[in-house]
């Protein structure tokens, strides 16, 4: 066995172990955090890392699938874990529309879209109050008083997620996605069929979203519009993620989500209760200074630079992880 | 020996410029048909067409009898018709290997499998040596070579090379143009675009030339060499009198 | 009838003002060819100063153009000379990080502002606030026609500016061809923090304008950024004079979504435009003019 798969191994242990240990409610909440944005992180990454296609809109695709679970509950009376299945593909189904509309853009102007994308579905979840609940969003009860149950499904679903990109990415999908990246013009003339791809990748990255955002209505029991809809705590989160642990890498925006909302913690809790007060309601702030240091200094990302061993930053190589 | 490509009366016009303007010409099965003209007289846009980068504006393209005017570039690869760019475009930050097996991929489906084509061709074009190197750390004639060889590794029948020699030195000259004939030799008809004389008029079968994106000159190349029209544009209205 | 007139001139006042917001953003992006996603939070920054002045200095909004906009135009500067420059020299993947960097930078400028001023609405009133006069049945609110007449003089002197000075012809040929440009003697270093600090400016001047009739907190510059880009849309990537249509129009649409449809729906008109455009008229209204010619 491979060293670093030797390193997953005994990472995937810990993981596993860790609640039985760690009692603590709110350190398993931690990690359930971190792992809902590993699925996050991943599916973005997937669609802008590998595929170039930068989307400022993810939240579309998390708010859709927390309302698809709610939904279920407050107009179909079934559970919401029935939404678990049915939200990645709701937001698939919103994928392909937003990459009809969206994929004749290029560059920053997809950006700009995918951005209003998410707006605009939050607008819509806010004013269509005979659907959503407009802006009292929507309670469920939560199924499971303990922790645990939520916290292994979200490790499975983080490892799923992981895996599924580490496959994708070996595969025939993984050079085309790189290809049309790097150069669609280039893609195109080479027999790459690059609307198609670029929906196949959106498809995935819109479907994993989807999923962990109908996760977190079952988790969390409560959503609205401006949590999970949210330009800057879901969309440019989402990036952040991808950024900070590198982007066009597998493990990378898994270590970004771990960073992030290990960092945004320890804002929002004023240093786990060690730091004065305001610094937690500085914790906006922080959020924005860490962007601006983030692409100041991190643009290739914890995972990216660890490779400087090779002078490569950004190559796929299909043998390997 | 049959037409494989045909141009009739293409015209390719933005607004109101007609880049190609009314050309017409066939590529035979098996040649290498050259197509020259000064700088800015269309030459790239025929190609364009060709593979639907730009829409036909009028006049049709047709390979082996059927018309290709509209179809998808993706889906003119896949008929059998390669192309390289004139200003090359690798994949920067994928190796050369990775590259050419992206390629591949036209026409087979496993990684396994697309990596043994690339290997082959690799071979085919001298690039083995540099096949883990990252394809924008490769100086001008390596990536002028990967843009060809990412083009044979779609296997196609038919090859579409933009200026493969510009910029390139002597010795790098001699040698793409023993890989031009290579290519042909394996097969693979060839319309080529070049501006480099010496590299054109020594391999082609048959010189079309252009210019304003108007026919001015076609046939064998020492009657294209000899045409008036043909120096006028090239040289100036003096030397077309001597 | 008077009702659709009147609802039209009240889009126009404001249209005009939006302008200013789009040809800002539109500068920036055809200069740059980013998003300046801080664009409403530089619009905030400016209302704030506004609100500073006339709170404690009894200054009308208006005259604190003179303070707001230089003021605005060096922030710009300074923010792209140090945030925004240092971004183009670094390779990565994502080539949007210039664009991130602004969202960063608008979220900064958010949270101070909220720290100074809390969230506390705060609004500046003016002594001739309500009062408007009449043409026929048709009101014309006073604030916002001197509004709309600075708004022209301000559009008509930097159009002079970009087609008379040296400068302003930099900025044009940097927006055309940035390499080309600098070939030929351009400092695009310059030119770029030159362009940002004067769309910050222009953006600003649209704060102090506008702030007599909008509540001021800090998170008012989120839905202004989104109106700048639907304006750039809408008139056509980069175009000045397209940002002109764009903002006229703007203003005219949610002024008519307001009057008919109803006021909670005035933010979606904006956006309801934007996707009509990407999806039938990729190319704004310029590019409907140039399908029109040929």
Same mark, same amino acid.
């Given at each position: ?321 | ?242 | ?208 304008? $506008? +702030?007599?009739?909008?509540? #001021?907190?800090?998170?008012? /510059? @989120?839905?202004?950024? %989104? !109106? ?43 956006? $309801? +435009?934007?996707?009509?455009? #990407?999806?039938?008229?990729? /190319? @704004?209204?310029?590019? %409907? !003019? ?5």
């Amino acid at each position: 066995m491979t060293k670093r798969n030797l390193a997953l191994v005994i990472l995937g242990i810990v993981f596993l172990v860790f609640p039985l240990v760690v009692r603590s409610d709110y350190y398993q909440h931690l990690l359930i955090l971190a792992f809902i944005w590993v699925l996050i992180g991943s599916s973005w990454n997937l669609l802008a890392g590998y595929t170039g296609q930068v989307s400022f809109g993810h939240a579309m695709f998390f708010g859709v699938g927390a309302y698809t679970a709610g939904i279920f509950v407050t107009k179909l009376g079934i559970s919401a874990w029935w939404g678990m299945m049915f939200g990645g593909i709701v937001a698939m189904l919103i994928g392909l529309f937003v990459g009809w509309v969206c994929f004749r853009l290029r560059g920053p102007y997809f950006a700009l879209a995918t951005l209003a994308g998410g707006e605009i579905f939050r607008l819509i979840a806010t004013n269509w109050e005979s659907l959503t609940e407009g802006m009292v969003g929507i309670l469920i009860i939560q199924t499971f008083r303990s922790k645990l149950p939520y916290y292994y499904l979200a490790l499975l679903l983080a490892f799923a997620c992981v895996y599924v990109m580490h496959l994708i990415m070996k595969s025939k999908w993984g050079y085309y996605f790189v290809s049309i990246r790097e150069d669609q013009d280039a893609a195109e003339s080479l027999g790459i069929n690059t609307t198609l791809y670029k929906n196949v990748s959106l498809l995935a990255s819109s479907f994993f979203t989807g999923m962990a955002g109908a996760f977190y209505m079952n988790y969390m029991a409560f959503i609205d519009p401006e949590v999970v809809f949210s330009l800057h705590y879901i969309s440019i989160m989402a990036i952040l993620v991808g950024i900070v642990g590198g982007v066009g890498t597998i493990m990378g925006p898994a270590v970004g989500a771990f960073v992030m909302v290990g960092v945004q913690e320890t804002f929002r809790s004023a240093f786990f209760g060690l730091a004065p007060k305001w610094i937690s309601q500085g914790h906006a702030m922080a959020f924005g200074l860490l962007v601006v240091f983030a692409i100041m200094f991190l643009a290739n990302g914890i995972v990216g630079d660890w490779s400087k061993i090779k002078r490569y930053v950004f190559r796929i190589k299909p043998s390997t992880i | 020996m049959s037409a494989l490509l045909e141009l009739k009366n293409l015209v390719k016009a933005f607004g109101g410029l007609k880049a190609v303007n009314n050309v017409t010409f066939h590529v035979e099965e098996g040649e290498i048909f050259g197509l020259i003209g000064p700088n800015g007289s269309g030459k790239t846009t025929i190609f364009n067409s060709i593979n639907n980068y730009f829409p036909i504006t009028s006049g049709d393209v047709l390979y082996k009898g059927k018309s290709i005017k509209g179809l998808k570039t993706h889906k003119v690869c896949h008929l059998g018709i390669g192309r390289t760019f004139q200003v090359v475009k690798p994949l920067a930050r994928m190796t050369v290997l990775e590259n050419v097996t992206a390629s591949a991929f036209c026409r087979v489906n496993t990684i396994g499998q697309a990596q043994k084509e690339a290997l082959e061709v690799l071979e085919f074009t001298n690039l083995t040596g540099e096949k883990d190197k990252l394809a924008k750390s490769l100086p001008i004639g390596g990536r002028k070579r990967l843009e060809i060889a990412r083009a044979l590794a779609t296997k196609p029948e038919f090859l579409l090379l933009d200026e493969t020699a510009a910029g390139l030195n002597p010795s790098e000259l001699d040698e793409a143009i023993e890989l031009v004939k290579k290519i042909r030799d394996n097969g693979i008809t060839i319309l080529i675009i070049e501006h480099i004389m010496k590299v054109i008029m020594t391999i082609s079968d048959r010189i079309h030339a252009i210019n304003f994106g108007q026919t001015i000159g076609a046939g064998t190349p020492e009657e294209v060499a000899n045409n008036e029209a043909v120096i006028k544009a090239y040289l100036g209205e003096e030397y077309a009198q001597s | 009838m008077d009702v659709f007139i009147q609802t039209l001139v009240a889009g126009i006042l404001i249209g005009g003002i939006y302008c200013l917001i789009g040809i800002g953003m539109s500068l920036i992006m055809g200069v740059m060819g980013i998003i300046n996603l801080a664009h409403g939070q530089l619009m905030m920054v400016a209302m704030y100063i506004t609100f500073v002045l006339s709170a404690y200095m009894h200054v009308d909004p208006y005259f604190s153009l003179i303070v707001a906009m230089p003021g605005l135009f060096l922030l710009g500067c300074f923010l792209q000379k140090y945030l925004l420059n240092p971004l183009m020299k670094k390779e990565s993947i994502l080539p949007e990080n210039q664009v991130l960097m602004t969202v960063g930078m608008g979220m900064v400028l958010a949270e101070i502002c909220r720290f100074i001023f809390t969230s506390d609405y705060k609004t500046v009133k003016t002594s001739y606030g309500g009062q408007a006069f009449f043409i026929g049945n048709i009101s014309f609110n006073l604030p916002m026609c001197i509004a709309f007449i600075f708004a022209i003089v301000i559009t008509v002197v930097l159009f002079w500016f970009l087609a008379k000075t040296d400068t302003g012809r930099s900025i044009r040929a940097t927006a055309q061809d940035k390499e080309a440009a600098t070939l030929m003697g351009v400092n695009s270093t310059r030119i770029t923090i030159i362009t940002f600090g004067l769309g910050s400016a222009l953006v600003a001047s649209a704060g102090s304008l $506008l +702030i007599p009739i909008f509540y #001021l907190f800090p998170d008012i /510059g @989120g839905p202004f950024t %989104l !109106k700048a880009f639907v304006i750039c849309i809408l008139g056509g990537l980069g175009s000045t004079v397209g940002a002109i249509f764009g903002g006229l129009t703007l203003g005219i649409a949610e002024s008519l979504g307001a009057t008919y449809i109803g006021m909670g729906y005035k933010d979606m008109v904006g956006f $309801l +435009i934007f996707v009509i455009v #990407l999806v039938f008229l990729p /190319g @704004g209204l310029v590019g %409907l !003019k140039r399908l029109i010619k040929s």
